[in-house]
């Protein structure tokens, strides 16, 4: 694991790994609460839009603000503010108080914060590890996020059905005060923010620009956006699964969740035992269409276990595609526009999930909830086979733009080939 010799980023894996343990039992809590509230799947898809709206509307100025101002600092500021929401509906809560309005409020106030987190968070990963350890480095956040979440929901599952859903909200607080004292012991080498001139929207623009000029990532992005709007809902639907079709109810939805945080971890291990390159654009497309395969059988499944067991390859196939492309864009870009490009990203991957949430919601309303997840794994399996069916030309454009992209920051041009 060569990226945890690094000290800055042990420091921040050991915060993070607190935190988001912290950040699943208040994604499985708030799931919960708003279900026990409402019973509702086009509320659940309504909290999930909330959440994820901001990151869609807001992230091109937080990536703007990581290439113009100091990354650790924007990442300290972001984890103050989601400790300070996380308490605020922990108090609701833990009252009595609570009302749906007051988490659709929290949730989109958490989504603005996270707009500026995403994108400093996934462009400072290279400042505390350098590109050479970058692929360990993005691969073991995965496995961070992904080992979070197998313990996160199983704990919250069990605490939501014996003392209700505020002590979730309350871990989730306490949590972050472990990230926060990593980000605090890290001892940092200056970095020269881009603050080349022009207008401030110009500055939005140019990261946009890149991204979609630029054949290789515009690819990436895309088959990323496919499956975020089509095949990423089906974890909104989850308490509906639990509950009405599994019969599983709160600590069914722990294991559910947590089954698939173990596939996630899975990937996210294979990927970390990886030392080169080479390849990995071909498990993007694979790893979309096992996703979209492993989502349609689990829209046939009517056996808990077997539901449970099938989410191991969701999250596996999903987890694998979300981590090779962030490894594969940042080692295409230039440093220079790192944080306006990963801001892109985060637009198609979390950016877009608030539509397919809204939409599955209310699908799910119509055709049910299985129904509406077979859907969106059939769409994720065409946009897997398109993006396969191109490979070739991508790998031969993707070489091209790697050498110019080294040889532009070696000599610090900024021109490199478009397509």
């Known amino acids: 694991m060569r990226a945890l010799r690094h ?7 050991g915060g993070q790994l607190i935190s988001l343990i912290g950040t699943w039992m208040q994604s499985l809590a708030q799931a919960w609460l708003v279900y026990r509230l409402t019973g509702s799947a086009a509320q659940l898809g309504l909290v999930g839009f909330c959440g994820q709206i901001p990151v869609f509307l807001f992230a091109a100025v937080g990536g703007a603000v990581a290439d113009r101002f100091n990354r650790h600092r924007i990442i300290v ?93 309350f871990a989730n607080a306490v949590s972050y005060l472990a990230v926060i004292a990593g980000l605090l012991m890290m001892t940092l080498a200056s970095r020269r923010p881009d603050v080349r001139p ?54 069914g939805l722990g294991i559910l969740m947590s089954a698939a945080g173990t596939g996630a971890l899975l990937g996210a291990v294979r990927l970390a035992a990886r030392r080169e390159l080479k390849g990995l654009s071909r498990w993007v497309p694979l790893a979309a269409g096992g996703f979209g395969i492993s989502l349609i059988a689990f829209s046939f499944s009517r056996m808990f276990w077997l539901s449970a067991a099938l989410l191991v390859p969701v999250r596996f196939g999903m987890m694998t595609q979300m981590a090779s492309t962030n490894t594969l864009i940042q080692t295409l870009v230039p440093d220079r526009l790192r944080g306006r490009v990963m801001a892109v990203y985060s637009m198609m991957f979390m950016g877009m999930a608030p539509f397919g949430a809204l939409l599955a919601g209310l699908l799910a309303d119509r055709l049910g909830a299985p129904g509406t997840v ?19 030309s991508w790998r031969t454009q993707a070489r091209a733009l790697r050498t110019a992209t080294d040889a ?12």
Not at 113 to 125: E, G
Not at 137 to 154: C, D, E, H, K, T
Not at 374 to 392: D, E, H, N, R
Request: glycine share 12%; net charge neutral.
């Open 7 to 13: 000290r800055n980023f042990q420091l921040f894996f």
């Open 77 to 169: 500021g972001t984890q103050v503010s989601a400790m300070v929401l996380a308490s605020i509906l922990t108090v609701l809560t833990l009252s009595g108080r609570v009302q749906v309005w007051h988490v659709f409020v929290l949730a989109t106030c958490l989504g603005i914060v996270n707009a500026f987190d995403i994108p400093a968070r996934q462009a400072f990963v290279v400042e505390m590890v350098g590109k050479d350890d970058l692929m360990n480095a993005i691969a073991l956040n995965s496995s961070m996020f992904n080992g979070a979440r197998v313990v996160g929901p199983a704990v919250a599952g069990t605490l939501v059905a014996v003392i209700g859903e505020g002590w979730c909200f």
């Open 198 to 251: 022009g207008s401030t929207l110009g500055h939005y623009a140019e990261g946009f620009r890149y991204a979609f000029t630029t054949s290789p990532i515009r690819s990436l992005l895309l088959l990323l956006a496919v499956v975020s709007v089509t095949g990423m809902p089906y974890a909104v639907l989850m308490p509906i699964f639990a509950d009405q079709i599994l019969h599983g109810g709160s600590r």
């Open 374 to 392: 077979g859907v969106g794994g059939v769409v994720c399996l065409i946009g897997a086979g398109v993006f396969y069916w191109q490979l070739p």
């Open 408 to 419: 532009a920051e070696n000599t610090g041009a900024a021109s490199v080939p478009r397509s």
